[in-house]
């Protein structure tokens, strides 16, 4: 099909572009230009997916981008090398080689459910869309609106997940999975079952899953703040699972948030194999007035003066204070000789260099 019927079929209505699978998501100017630039420039664009309906009308169901593109150039509302289309007329061959550009058309055509099937695919081969975009484009109705409308208008959840500047909905995706979660009994879905609930949902009010979801973006909010470190999966397990402590935490609000921090960016917490765990069991201690000095954490300052101390072998490898074995300076972790939990202090002189093998081995052992 030439750009110049599939324009003016858009024009009268014959295909449709603005149907409910496409997405919201809108090429900025430049990309738009490029649509342009590729049609006067011979440069092929990709195919064009149309659904054929029972009334001999066409969907769009891939291209929705290239034919605004293409319907705002035309109308004089997108201006390409800074010149409208109408100024082109009299300036070269644009007009004339744009209108008779050829594009490829792939015309499908069966039930509902295919065309439902053949969305997905092209937008998951194509990888075009983001998770939560396919979602929106197979399963758009009430459920999702609600979730749109929560997004944009709960102070909470804008703030402890807040949609990017180009919002491809990651943190809405996030959202799902964690009223996933909360409804499974702390599992997370995998692969296809979030699709399989959204399905479920789709032409359900949203407000049951906010009632469910709401009390604990609050007490993320209201515990880790906006300073926390923590990511977001781990704040919302914790959540889940100490909500019923939430009084005691909010008290120790500004601890846990100092801790943690200082924590994460210990040497400790690079190397260690049970960071989630490390951090509940530093939480746990906060709360339960078992508070540790963050002073216990050596830095990476520490680490490098330890290091500039140590003589080093002809490979420029370090060794193990324990098993006297060899390795580069990232294998090697900075320990306590006498262990922070018998009075050992957080100072060089009590600091050496253990592998990771030998850190773990040694537990809490002198
Ligand atoms: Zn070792």
């Known amino acids: 099909m030439k750009v110049k019927e599939l324009y003016d079929k858009v024009v009268n209505g014959i295909i449709i572009s603005d149907i409910e699978l496409q997405r ?14 590729s049609l006067y420039k011979g440069i092929p664009l990709p195919a064009f997916y149309l659904w054929q309906r029972e009334d001999g009308k066409l969907e769009v169901l891939d291209g929705k981008q290239r034919i605004e593109a293409i319907k705002k150039f035309k109308q004089g509302n ?23 550009t050829e594009l490829t ?10 065309k439902r099937e053949i969305f997905k695919r092209i937008n998951t081969l194509g990888v075009a869309l983001s998770k939560f975009e396919v979602l929106n484009g197979l399963y758009h109705g ?7 409308y929560y997004f944009a208008n709960d102070a909470n959840v804008r703030k402890v997940l807040p949609n990017a500047t180009v919002d491809r909905g990651d943190n809405k995706y996030h959202l799902l999975e964690y009223i996933y979660y909360v409804r499974n009994n702390s599992v997370f879905p995998k692969r296809g079952e979030l699709d ?15 009632k469910k979801i709401k009390p604990y973006i609050s007490f993320i909010r209201d515990v880790f ?3 926390s470190k923590i990511g977001n999966v781990l704040k919302f397990k914790l959540a889940v699972k100490y909500i019923k402590d939430r009084a005691i935490w909010l008290q120790h609000k500004d601890a846990i948030c100092k801790d943690c921090n200082a924590f994460i960016k210990s040497e400790g917490y690079k190397l260690s194999p049970s960071r989630e765990d490390d951090i509940e069991a530093m939480i746990v201690g906060i709360v339960g007035n078992l508070r540790v000095d963050s002073k216990r954490l050596f830095t990476s300052d520490d680490k490098a003066q330890l290091l500039s101390t140590q003589k080093k072998n002809e490979q420029g490898l370090y060794k193990c204070a324990r098993c006297h074995q060899h390795f580069e300076a ?16 957080t100072v060089l002189s009590n600091a050496q260099l253990l592998c990771r093998a030998c850190n773990s081995e040694k537990g809490n052992k002198e």
């Not at 919201?24 to 630039?37: F, H, R, S, T």
């Not at 058309?105 to 295919?114: A, H, L, N, Y």
């Not at 990232?330 to 202090?345: A, C, F, M, Q, V």
């Open 142 to 148: 009430e459920y999702i609106e609600g979730l749109n």
């Open 225 to 227: 703040g906006d300073a």
């Open 105 to 114: 058309m792939i015309v499908c055509s069966g039930d509902e459910k295919k």
């Open 24 to 37: 919201n998501i809108v090429y900025d100017a430049d990309k738009q230009a490029m649509v342009i630039d």
């Open 196 to 210: 399989d609930y959204v399905q479920q949902h789709k032409d359900e009010s949203f407000n049951d899953d906010v």
């Open 330 to 345: 990232d294998e090697l972790t900075i320990d306590h000789i006498k262990p922070w939990s018998k009075g050992g202090r």
């Open 78 to 100: 997108l201006l390409y090398e800074g010149k409208s289309w109408k100024a082109y007329a009299y300036e070269s061959d644009l007009q004339q080689v744009v209108d008779n």
